[in-house]
């Protein structure tokens, strides 16, 4: 409806017809004359004694979406109350105007009813069975495309961008080994002072060397890293991923004939299962420092007879075994950050609480791995 520079001021006119009652609007309608116009609709509403009612809108020289919306309201509430309420107009854009607002049914919303507790508990394990299934058909698929894409890779080398792996490296791993090592440095302190208190008490003080190497290089070293990484890697995919997606520059990448495997994911899962075992690696290194540093100072136990009880309780074999573990703990946590950045929709809501699933989930699959690794070294006798 066009705006002319001089309206009418709003007006709704009473008449009774028998057993019906006829409200007739004139005048303009619009966001201008909301408070008058909802002035005159509650003045009609106070007095209504009518089942049917009709209202007349053929006199209206302006109407918006807040006059629309006003008008619309007014209807449902009566209908609530058991009355009839037509609209009676000639202009076609009224209808579009009355038929929008009450597709958009801003006033009703659908509720939620309680029902059953444990109905609805059982509803919502199916609900997350489901997402769990999608979630596993979502990281095939992605797993498919990035095979596609290593598999042609293989033939045209140049498709691999190792600038993007470069910088996605650098982002990963170089960038997180301060707080690799800092909180590595504390929980190996942390074990050797724990361990130390209780293995005092028997004189065998000296087998906290032994405890805190094995515990670190096959345990704690592996999972404390991929956890941190999880939390400050994964995050910051998910949330990299989820903000072209809300920018539509994903969308664009594919109608410029580019993949987005190829482009966005593969470098950051390349350069995540590199960087991983290199700071798991770092992390023992702090962790046993930390344990060193600690015994030294709370055991007594001199740094050369530290060094010789390790030499003599780990191997190379219990390095690798953590070691091992980060590609497999690194892909996991690239394929879950990247798969819940591309299901990040057009909202800032969207962005956060597909970030913050991305980390839980990460953290909880290095877990389930860690613990499959553990009983398969354990069945090998490794």
């Known amino acids: 409806m066009k705006l002319t520079d001089k309206m009418d001021a709003p007006d709704l006119v009473t008449a009774e017809d028998g057993a019906l009652l006829l409200l007739t609007a004139s005048g303009a309608w619009g966001i201008r004359q909301g408070s008058t116009c909802e002035k005159l609709i509650n003045q009609a509403a106070s007095r209504l004694r009518h089942s049917v009612i009709r209202v007349d809108l053929k006199a209206v020289s302006f109407l918006d979406t807040a006059g629309a919306w006003l008008l619309q309201r007014f209807q449902m509430e009566q209908a609530e109350q058991g009355r009839e309420v037509k609209f009676i107009y000639e202009d076609e854009r009224f ?16 509720e939620e ?24 058909r979502d990281i095939l698929a992605m797993l498919g495309g990035l095979t596609a894409t290593i598999t042609a890779a293989a033939t045209h080398p140049s498709r691999l961008r190792p600038i993007s792996i470069g910088v996605q490296f650098q ?29 005092k008490q028997f004189g065998a003080e000296i087998f906290v060397v032994d405890l805190s190497g094995i515990l670190v290089l096959r345990e704690i070293g592996v999972i404390l890293t991929a956890i941190m990484v999880a939390g400050r890697s994964g995050s910051a995919y998910t949330a990299e991923l989820g903000s072209m997606k809300m920018q539509e520059e994903i969308d664009a990448l594919q109608v410029t004939g580019l993949r987005v495997t190829e482009v966005l994911i593969l470098p950051r899962l390349v350069a995540l299962m590199i960087a991983l075992p290199i700071l798991v690696f770092l992390a023992n290194i702090a962790a046993l420092f930390g344990a060193g540093l600690t015994c030294w100072w709370y055991l007594g136990i001199v740094p050369h007879s530290f060094i010789a009880q390790l030499q003599a309780a780990v191997t190379v074999d ?14 996991i946590i690239g394929l879950i950050a990247c798969m819940e950045g591309m299901k990040v929709e057009g909202s800032s809501e969207s962005l956060g609480r597909h970030t913050t699933v991305s980390v839980v989930k990460a953290i909880f699959m290095v877990i389930v791995v860690d613990g499959v690794f553990a009983v398969f070294f354990a069945s090998i006798g490794f």
């Open 113 to 136: 009813h309680s029902g059953n507790s444990f109905v609805n508990y059982l509803e919502a394990v199916g609900e997350a069975t489901r997402q769990l299934g999608r979630d596993t």
């Open 171 to 199: 982002r990963s791993c170089m960038g997180a080994v301060p707080i690799v090592c800092l909180m590595s440095f504390l929980i190996g302190g942390i074990i050797a002072q724990q361990g130390g208190f209780y293995l």
């Open 95 to 110: 209808d579009i105007l009355l038929k929008e607002v009450d597709r958009q049914d801003v006033d009703n919303p659908t």
């Open 318 to 331: 219990t390095l690798m075994v953590g070691i091992v573990k980060a590609p497999f703990m690194a892909l």
